[in-house]
């Protein structure tokens, strides 16, 4: 998926996601769910497990490791 369609699909703008990848803004725990359903992290992978909870990235689940640095 090209940095365009994430934005679009995410409803935000290519400069904000650019700025979100290389740690110029921090995301919000919403916009972190918003990407990895996006993305299609699976639930059991995804941040909040699927329930809300504080991000939990793995070795394997690159894009949240990205967005959590």
Do not use: Y
Not at 22 to 42: G, V, Y
Not at 45 to 60: L, Q
């Amino acid at each position: 998926m090209s940095q365009l369609d994430l934005a679009c699909e995410a409803q935000i703008s290519t400069r904000h996601l650019s700025f979100l990848e290389t740690d110029r803004a921090r995301p919000s725990r919403k916009m972190i769910l918003n990407l990895s359903e996006q993305l299609q992290i699976p639930a059991r992978e995804r941040a909040d497990g699927g329930h809300g909870g504080p991000p939990r990235c793995t070795k394997e689940n690159e894009p949240c490791r990205r967005l959590m640095r």
